[in-house]
């Protein structure tokens, strides 16, 4: 919701849940409208065991994340870390990552990407998704990554 004075307030049962490629559950709470084009908030989760987001690069954004509960596994530089609930972990511009929930119980966490134009891959993805029943073709998905400064550089990590 957008107030007259410019306050936006999203509760928590609004935003657009959107289909990931790589499974995990996402809403989009705050995207370029609502924030200027500052940056893009989203909320996730992703159950035990989850380990399939790829070694990516975000060429012209920063990517952050902020754990709400469970433990959200970050491999960012060559380096894994934990990071657990209350915590937050920023992946600068140009830093190869990927994400998982190793641990047995589901995690939840806020992504912030800035600026917020270079977090619509997500809803790119979603449409292609919807338009080819999930199997979706590999140099259109390519080319939504491009267009967005995202690449995949690598299989997942080994958790």
């Not at 957008?2 to 559950?25: I, K, S």
């Not at 399939?52 to 060559?78: C, D, K, M, N, W």
Request: charged letters at 25%.
């Amino acid at each position: 919701m957008v107030t007259e004075r410019g306050l936006v307030v999203v509760a928590p049962d609004e935003g657009r849940e959107v289909v990931r490629l790589n499974g995990e559950r996402t809403v989009i709470k705050a995207g370029r409208e609502a924030t200027c084009g500052a940056y893009a908030v989203r909320e996730n989760g992703a159950p035990p065991g989850y380990a399939s987001v790829p070694l990516h690069i975000h060429r012209s954004a920063e990517e952050a994340f902020y754990v709400l509960s469970g433990r959200l596994a970050v491999q960012a530089g060559g380096v894994r870390v934990d990071v657990e609930a209350g915590s937050f972990a920023l992946v600068p511009r140009g830093m190869v990552h990927a994400l998982a929930n190793p641990g047995a119980e589901p995690v939840r966490w806020l992504t912030l990407i800035s600026p917020a134009d270079r977090s619509e891959w997500v809803e790119a993805e979603h449409e292609l998704l919807l338009a080819s029943d999930g199997e979706p073709d590999p140099d259109a998905l390519a080319a939504i990554h491009r267009r967005y400064g995202l690449e995949i550089v690598g299989p997942p990590p080994r958790w």
